[in-house]
C-alpha cells in the first residue's frame, strides 16, 4: 500500500473511488460540496432519503456517480463536531467500506475535515493508519488461489489524501511517511502475532530476526541453550526445558546514533506457546495462547519502523523465546532454579512462566547500559481483569519515564494506563525456600508479576507493559493487535528528536 499526499481536484480526478465525508446538519465540507454540484444534488438526496445520515462511522457506497470522475463515491459520515476518536473510527469505517470495494486507487478526502484538536498532520496520520489497519489480512495458511483468494485480498493498492496544498506540505508528508513505517511494523507482529505455534517457533521467530538483518540492516545475534547455559539464565531454560523446541535468545540492534550514545532496550516475551506447563491450563480459548509472544512481536515490529525511518537513535531489542509444556522434564510446581543474576526462584506455578524467560533477559540486557529499558509481555490475567482490553498496563518506578510513556500511547492512539509497583506488594512474592516465590497470591496479580521483575531491573531506568488485554482480539474478530507498536515507535521517534 502507497499512501501519498495529493492536492488534486476531487471532480477531475480519475480514480477508482472518491472518499469524502457526510456532516449531520452542519454545512458539509469542501470536496463534498463540490461533488454535490457537480452531480446536482445527490448527496442532498440521499441524505433526505436516510440513506445516509452523517453520523461518525455510518457509509454509503455509491457506483458510477453522476458528474464525476471517480469510478466510485464513498461518503462517509464524520458528525458535526468530530473529536479525534470520532473521526478516528469515521476513518476506519470508511476505511473498511473501502477495501470491500475492488478499487485498486483511491483518492481520500477526509483528510480536510475539521476535527477538534487535531491538526493537518494528525489526521492525515490517522488516516493513513486507518487504512492500514482495515486493509491487514492474515491469509497465508489459506490455500485458495485465483479469485477466491484475490476477493479476500483489500485490492487497494494507492491512496491519495486530499489536502489543499500548503506551507506544511513536508510535515504532512513526513506525518504520512512515519505512519506507513509504523504501520509496517504494526503489520510485522500482527503476522507473527497470528501464526500457530507449531509455525512460529522460538527457532522461527531467529529466522526472523535474521531476515530483518538483511532487509533492515539490523545486527542480529542468536543465542543458543548451549551459550544461556553459560551465562547461567537457569530460570529460562528450566521453561524450555520441557520443551522439544529449543530456546533462542534473539539480540537486534539498530545503530541510528552514534556508537556511544546509550540505547533504548526493548525486551519482549517471546513465549511462542503457553499452555502453562505443569500448572496446565484449562482447554477453553487454551489456542489464543499462540499469542504469547506478542510482546517479542512488538519488539521486532518497532525495530522495523525505526530502521525504516532511520531514527537517530540506538534501539536493542531482546526477545526470549520458549515454549511452555507440560513433559517429563518440566519445571515441578516447587522446583527452585537459580536465575542469571544470581538469585534464586521457587517455582510455585509453572504458568507464571514469562516473568522466569524475561528476568533472565532483563539481566542479560544491562550489558547495553540501556538510557532506559522497556518490556513488553503478556505476563498476567490479572491485567485484563484490571483493565480489560482498551488499555495496556503501564509499570514503572520512574514517573518521568511513564509519563512520557502514557503521552506516547495517547497520541499513537494506543494508550496505557499506569498501575503501581510500590514495595508495599513485594512481601507477596516471598518464598521460605527461595530469594522470591514466582507468584504472588491471588489479589493484585499484575502488579505482584511487575513486582517480580522490579528485582531484576534496580540498576536500569525501567517500564514494563503488560500487554495481556491489548496484544489481541478473541472471538469472531479474533487475531493480533500489533499494540503496542505504534506506542512504542512514538516513543523511539521522540527519543531521536531530542
Ligand atoms: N501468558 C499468560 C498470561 C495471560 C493469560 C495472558 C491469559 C492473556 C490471557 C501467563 O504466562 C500466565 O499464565 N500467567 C498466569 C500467572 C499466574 C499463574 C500467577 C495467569 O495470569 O493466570
Ligand atoms: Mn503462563
Ligand atoms: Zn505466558
Redesign the pocket.
Known amino acids: 500500500m502507497k499512501t501519498q499526499l495529493s492536492s488534486l481536484d476531487v471532480l477531475r480526478t480519475r480514480t477508482d473511488c472518491l472518499v469524502v465525508g457526510v456532516r449531520e446538519s452542519a454545512q458539509q465540507p469542501p470536496s463534498t460540496r463540490k461533488v454535490e454540484k457537480a452531480s446536482k444534488g445527490l448527496i442532498a438526496s440521499l441524505i433526505r432519503s436516510g440513506d445516509i445520515d452523517g453520523r461518525p462511522g455510518s457509509t454509503l457506497l455509491v457506483p458510477s456517480p453522476g458528474g464525476i470522475q471517480a469510478k466510485r463515491l464513498l461518503l462517509v459520515g464524520v458528525g458535526d463536531k468530530p473529536d479525534i476518536d470520532d473521526f478516528a473510527s469515521a476513518a476506519l469505517a470508511g476505511a473498511r467500506r473501502l477495501c470491500a470495494t475492488r478499487s485498486v486507487s483511491a483518492v481520500v478526502a477526509l483528510t480536510e475535515i475539521a476535527v477538534t484538536g487535531a491538526d493537518l498532520i494528525t489526521r492525515a496520520r490517522v488516516v493513513t493508519q486507518a487504512i492500514q489497519e482495515a486493509s491487514y489480512r492474515f491469509n497465508r495458511l489459506k490455500t485458495a488461489k485465483g479469485k477466491e483468494a484475490a476477493r479476500r485480498q483489500c485490492s487497494v493498492t494507492r491512496v491519495s489524501l486530499l489536502a489543499s496544498t500548503g506551507q506544511n506540505d513536508a510535515a504532512v508528508r513526513a506525518g504520512i511517511h512515519e505512519a506507513s513505517a509504523i504501520a509496517n511494523g504494526v503489520a510485522l507482529a500482527k503476522d507473527l502475532g497470528n501464526l500457530p505455534g507449531n509455525l512460529c517457533t522460538p527457532s522461527y521467530l531467529a529466522s526472523q530476526a535474521r531476515k530483518l538483518a538483511r532487509s533492515h540492516k539490523l545486527k542480529v545475534d542468536i543465542l543458543d541453550e548451549a551459550k544461556m547455559k553459560a551465562l547461567g539464565m537457569g530460570a529460562l531454560l528450566s521453561v524450555s526445558r520441557g520443551s522439544r523446541e529449543p530456546a533462542r535468545l534473539i539480540v537486534m540492534e539498530y545503530q541510528g546514533g552514534r556508537r556511544t550514545d546509550p540505547p533504548v532496550a526493548l525486551v519482549g516475551k517471546g513465549?511462542t506457546f503457553?499452555a502453562?506447563g505443569i500448572?496446565l491450563?484449562p482447554a477453553a480459548a487454551m489456542d489464543?495462547?499462540k499469542?504469547?509472544m506478542c510482546g517479542g512481536a512488538s519488539v521486532f515490529g518497532a525495530m522495523v519502523a525505526a530502521a525504516e525511518l532511520k531514527l537517530k537513535l540506538n534501539v536493542v531489542g531482546i526477545v526470549p523465546s520458549s515454549e511452555?509444556l507440560p513433559d517429563g522434564a518440566a519445571n515441578r510446581p516447587g522446583d527452585i532454579v537459580t536465575s542469571m543474576s544470581g538469585k534464586t526462584i521457587e517455582i510455585l506455578?509453572t504458568?507464571?512462566?514469562?516473568r522466569l524467560i524475561l528476568c533472565d533477559a532483563l539481566t542479560y540486557a544491562e550489558r547495553y547500559k540501556p538510557a532506559v529499558i522497556i518490556d513488553i509481555a503478556?505476563?498476567?490475567?490479572?491485567c485484563?481483569v484490571a483493565l480489560g482490553h482498551p488499555a495496556t498496563g503501564l509499570f514503572s518506578p520512574d514517573d518521568d519515564l511513564a509519563e512520557e510513556l502514557l503521552a506516547c500511547g495517547e497520541s499513537a492512539r494506543d494508550r496505557a494506563w499506569r498501575m503501581p509497583v510500590w514495595d508495599e506488594y513485594q512481601k507477596q512474592l516471598d518464598s521460605p525456600f527461595a530469594d522470591m516465590a514466582n507468584?504472588?497470591g491471588r489479589t493484585a496479580?499484575a502488579v505482584t508479576?511487575a513486582c517480580f521483575l522490579a528485582r531484576f531491573t534496580k540498576n536500569m531506568t525501567w517500564a514494563h507493559l503488560d500487554i495481556?488485554?491489548t496484544a489481541w482480539h478473541s472471538g469472531a474478530k479474533k487475531g493480533a493487535t500489533g499494540r503496542p507498536v505504534p506506542m512504542l515507535s512514538r516513543f523511539l521517534i521522540n527519543r531521536a528528536a531530542r
Open positions: 513465549l503457553d502453562g500448572s491450563k489464543e495462547m499469542y504469547d511452555n506455578n504458568d507464571a512462566e514469562g503478556t505476563l498476567t490475567g490479572a485484563v507468584i504472588g496479580g508479576a495481556a488485554g
